[in-house]
């Protein structure tokens, strides 16, 4: 999820006003002062869609990962639900086998715009699980979603899995989508510790993806032999 904050960058004046030296993104947004501070000395500022306002690109965060780069190609990456004026698209996304191949279900065969609708239902339905569209200026390009509760699930744990379309890939998109879903999770539930993914052995690309967005190795999942990884809370 790489186009999540939006980069400001002014040219041959000071990057980093006193104020963002000392601020964490996670410290909340900028005031209105503070913004119009930091454009007038030319800081380079990031938007931060989880807490919907402009930070200090350069302010520290705990968790920030300094292997996960942040781009500027499209002007910003919201997760929000699927809606029922996203069914051409959403069906347009998934109406490819080979983005099937390495997903738990099997492609629904005929897999028609009903069945596209029927999906979207279901990703809205239930306390079990939040699904979230990936939202670019494009348009939705993928799909991230937190498991609650399963039968391999412990109680301080979710699992989060994802799919990008085939003509959005190569962007870093599904890694600061996992990553942005994965610290907001942690962030916002007490009682959850990590959250975990499952990759097959032959999905290399996915598991560049976790990597990318601070996974770690973690157990196999027994019941398949999935390849496990943990995004385990920080530690303050």
């Known amino acids: 999820m790489e186009d999540s904050f939006v980069i ?35 800081t380079p500022l990031a ?3 989880a807490q919907n306002g402009w930070v200090p690109a350069q302010a520290p965060d705990l968790d920030d990962d300094p292997e996960l780069p942040i781009w500027a ?11 029922d004026s996203d069914l051409e698209h959403f069906h347009a996304l998934l109406d490819d ?22 999906l979207i239902a279901i990703s809205n339905a239930g306390q079990h699980h939040e ?13 991230v979603r937190l498991l609650w509760t399963g039968p391999e699930l412990q109680p301080d744990e979710a699992e989060i899995s994802y799919w990008l379309g085939r003509l959005h890939r190569g962007r870093g998109w599904a890694s600061e989508a996992v990553r942005q879903l994965a610290m907001t999770a942690l962030r916002s539930r007490a009682g959850l510790q990590r959250v975990v993914a499952y990759v097959h ?6 598991t560049r ?13 027994v019941s398949d032999g999935w390849l496990g990884f943990a995004f385990t809370r920080p530690v303050n």
Request: aromatic share 8%.
């Open 73 to 83: 190609g499209l002007s910003r990456l919201v997760l929000r639900p699927w809606r």
């Open 47 to 49: 938007y931060d869609p």
């Open 209 to 221: 993806v976790l990597a990318r967005a601070g996974f770690v190795p973690a157990a196999a999942r």
């Open 201 to 206: 052995p032959q999905n290399t690309a996915s």
């Open 8 to 42: 400001e960058q002014r040219q041959n004046r000071p990057s980093v006003p006193p104020m963002a030296s000392v601020r964490a993104r996670w410290h909340g947004p900028l005031t209105g002062p503070q913004l119009a501070e930091a454009r007038s000395t030319g």
């Open 97 to 118: 086998a080979e983005l099937w191949r390495y997903m738990i279900e099997d492609m629904p065969s005929p897999f028609t715009r009903a069945v596209a609708a029927d």
């Open 131 to 143: 699904v979230y569209a990936i939202q670019s200026s494009q348009g939705p390009v993928g799909q």
